[in-house]
């Protein structure tokens, strides 16, 4: 699919629900309350484990959706917003829990942890309300390659505090920090690209 093209498929329809790629998306919603209350319980393995398989599902639902063709526009919609969901309501949990601590030279920076929650969220609300934007004008604005690279650090960042490990702690810290930068740089890219599809 190129960066931006009008939509392929027209019509959202019921079997749409049915398909296997969307079925594994919808299943990464469903993993977010069980990671929530993994969390909150202090079963840090078994959130690690929940998280782990929403994030293989998304690895899957896109190889079988291209595989067998099974490519719709609701997945196309959905698969983004299923990620962003499950991200940000874990970074929130782990925000609540005060499990997303920073720690410079003996110094606790206090304001950090939701800071990098506030810029996640506020990003990704902005870019799934631009898509929407995007699709009333038959544009579609797949993920780019720095796109799909924030996210993964993103999962990597929250599996490694979800474990919640000391020196995995760190590591998640300085993975979470650095795809925040991502996030605002591939946030521009999207904006960019919606500009360049609109007609002049």
């Known amino acids: 699919m ?7 498929f027209q019509l959202i329809r019921r079997s749409d629900f049915y398909l296997l790629p969307n079925i594994l998306t919808l299943s990464r919603v469903v993993a977010i ?6 969390v909150y319980y202090g079963w840090n393995i078994l959130a690690a484990i929940f998280f782990s398989l929403a994030g293989l599902s998304d690895y899957i639902d896109g ?4 595989k067998y063709n099974y490519e719709s526009k609701l997945g196309v919609l959905l698969d983004p917003l299923a990620d962003k969901l499950i991200i940000v309501s874990t970074m929130i949990v782990l925000l609540w ?19 990098l929650v506030i810029v996640t969220v506020g ?22 390659r720095g796109g799909k690279l924030k996210t993964w650090i993103q999962f990597f960042a929250i599996l490694f505090l979800l474990v919640n490990w000391p020196i995995w702690n760190e590591i998640g810290l ?13 946030g521009i890219m999207y904006v960019i690209r919606f500009l360049r599809g609109l007609p002049s």
């Open 63 to 66: 190889w079988v959706a291209r």
């Open 123 to 144: 990003r990704e609300i902005a870019i799934t309300g631009l898509r929407a934007i995007a699709s009333t004008a038959g544009i579609v604005l797949p993920a780019d």
């Open 174 to 186: 300085v993975l979470l920090t650095v795809s925040v930068i991502l996030a605002l740089w591939s």
């Open 97 to 115: 829990m005060h499990r997303l601590e920073f720690h410079f030279f003996g110094i606790h920076a206090d304001i950090l942890p939701p800071i």
């Open 2 to 8: 190129k960066v931006t093209e009008k939509l392929k």
């Open 33 to 38: 309350p069980l990671v929530a209350t993994s």
